[in-house]
T-cell receptor
Framework: DTAVSQTPKYLVTQMGNDKSIKCEQN?????MYWYKQDSKKFLKIMFS???????INETVPNRFSPKSPDKAHLNLHINSLELGDSAVYFC????????????FGSGTRLTVV | DAKTTQPPSMDCAEGRAANLPCNHS???????VYWYRQIHSQGPQYIIH???NNETNEMASLIITEDRKSSTLILPHATLRDTAVYYC???????????FGDGTTLTVKP
């Protein structure tokens, strides 16, 4: 049983489109995150949610909108996709608003053409 | 969260111990040292963490200097599957975000 699962694994889309990435965790964790890893392999946090509430928003463009319907799910919707959005997006979760170690999903490779 | 400094790359012979250093000279008293690794194209994987005592688990050992300004992750018998980017992170255990730096690319060679 996968602890943190993301879908889709690969996503190829045209500039200007709107797309969503889904994430689910079955660990009972309270906090979930989205990280972006660009072509230079630098991992940068984007958002963090604790019990469905946004707690970290790292100056990400408004085109990115996270949504957490419940504490086990954190989805990422991206409007008007741009070439620079091409990256691998990782979802992660941890206990209690940042406590302890993070468990990461396997990533979604987004390619904007 | 304190900043960390790691060498960009290291090599290790298969079967030997891999010792990965991390400098965190600005660490504060209630910040922990965490280690993660990322094997090619996969999500980062938690390895170990510690505050001031040395720690060991089934994956690795963590040695933290007495002044806590640096630490070393030890993989006692490196295998080819340990080839990965290893990240050292310093953060409060109960708060804050994990900020990943550039990490160390460890290559285990036969």
């Amino acid at each position: 049983d996968t602890a943190v699962s993301q879908t889709p694994k690969y996503l190829v889309t045209q500039m200007g489109n709107d797309k969503s990435i889904k994430c689910e965790q079955n660990l009972g964790h309270d906090t979930m995150y989205w990280y972006k890893q660009d072509s230079k392999k630098f991992l940068k946090i984007m958002f963090s949610y604790n019990n469905k509430e946004l707690i970290i928003n790292e100056t990400v463009p408004n085109r990115f909108s996270p949504k957490s319907p419940d504490k086990a799910h954190l989805n990422l919707h991206i409007n008007s996709l741009e070439l620079g959005d091409s990256a691998v997006y990782f979802c992660a979760s941890s206990q209690d608003e940042g406590r302890g170690e993070y468990t990461f999903g396997s990533g979604t490779r987004l390619t904007v053409v | 969260d304190a900043k960390t400094t790691q060498p960009p790359s290291m090599d290790c012979a298969e079967g030997r111990a891999a010792n990965l250093p991390c400098n965190h000279s600005t660490i504060s008293g209630n910040e922990y040292v965490y280690w993660y690794r990322q094997i090619h194209s996969q999500g980062p994987q938690y390895i170990i963490h510690g505050l001031k005592n040395n720690e060991t688990n089934e994956m690795a050992s963590l040695i933290i200097t007495e002044d806590r300004k640096s630490s070393t992750l030890i993989l006692p018998h490196a295998t080819l599957r340990d080839t990965a980017v290893y990240y050292c992170i310093v953060r409060h255990r109960n708060a804050g975000k994990s900020t990943f730096g550039d990490g160390t690319t460890l290559t285990v060679k036969p």
